[in-house]
Nanobody, 118 residues
Framework: VQLQASGGGLVQAGGSLRLSCAAS????????MGWFRQAPGKEREFVAA????????SYAGSAKGRFTISRDNARNTVYLQMNSLKPEDTAIYYC????????????WGQGTQVTVSS
């Protein structure tokens, strides 16, 4: 599966951004897709995920109540709507996909930079 993330940018604290991740290739084997982020000097961390069938969602504590993950199966696209952004949300955001053959996310996009100014 190939993943193309987009939608990052510079926004003031309290603002919003919507990230998109378009999947192509063997998407039929995808069970769920997620968003992760990595801030400078920190390890990559989980942000949110959604199952391809059923649309069940899960969130990191830092994202709950502010971020919403959704998917459009017809477009093979996953979105991350981010509201009430904080400077600590600044990071490179990566989308990832997990296939039915793997216990871990096995396809990764190139990342999109999100910068939140105070």
């Amino acid at each position: 599966v190939q993943l193309q993330a987009s939608g990052g940018g510079l926004v003031q604290a309290g603002g919003s951004l919507r990230l998109s991740c378009a999947a192509s290739g063997r998407t039929y084997s995808t069970t769920d897709m997620g968003w992760f982020r990595q801030a400078p000097g920190k390890e990559r961390e989980f942000v949110a995920a959604v199952t391809w069938i059923g649309g069940r969602t899960s969130y990191a504590g830092s994202a709950k109540g502010r971020f919403t993950i959704s998917r459009d199966n017809a477009r093979n696209t996953v979105y991350l709507q981010m509201n009430s952004l904080k400077p600590e949300d600044t990071a490179i955001y990566y989308c990832a996909a997990r296939s039915e053959y793997s216990a871990n996310y096995d396809s990764w996009g190139q990342g999109t930079q999100v910068t939140v100014s105070s």
